[in-house]
Nanobody, 116 residues
Framework: QVQLVESGGGLVQPGGSLRLSCVVS????????MGWYRQAPGKQRELVAA???????NYADSVKGRFTISRDNAKNAVYLQMNSLKPEDTAVYYC??????????WGQGTQVTVSS
């Protein structure tokens, strides 16, 4: 059974940093993309950042220049370095994988709260 296990969320002051990690437990055949989504209360889930198997990246405009996504193919892991955090970054962050058959896999979510 495949599980995406996230870690690294928490409470941070505005301007601070956090690093989210997501490791795949189990086997996913040919992961073609890994990424992070977030969902704030009362809002739809939105893409934060994604990275393909060849390293191409895509970021939401709201996080460009502040967040960096990376992956370790050998570990089936994806990371999100978040700097200069703002209160509007507060949300539950979800790890996402897509395989060669375009099947989606989701983590359980990790809370990120940016507040003074």
């Amino acid at each position: 059974q495949v599980q995406l296990v996230e870690s690294g969320g928490g409470l941070v002051q505005p301007g601070g940093s956090l690093r989210l990690s997501c490791v795949v437990s189990g086997s996913i055949f040919r992961i073609i993309a890994m990424g992070w989504y977030r969902q704030a209360p009362g809002k739809q889930r939105e893409l934060v950042a994604a990275i393909t198997s060849v390293g191409s990246t895509n970021y939401a405009d709201s996080v460009k220049g502040r967040f960096t996504i990376s992956r370790d193919n050998a570990k089936n892991a994806v990371y999100l370095q978040m700097n200069s955090l703002k209160p509007e970054d507060t949300a539950v962050y979800y790890c996402h994988n897509k395989d060669l058959y375009l099947k989606d896999y989701w983590g359980q979510g990790t809370q990120v709260t940016v507040s003074s």
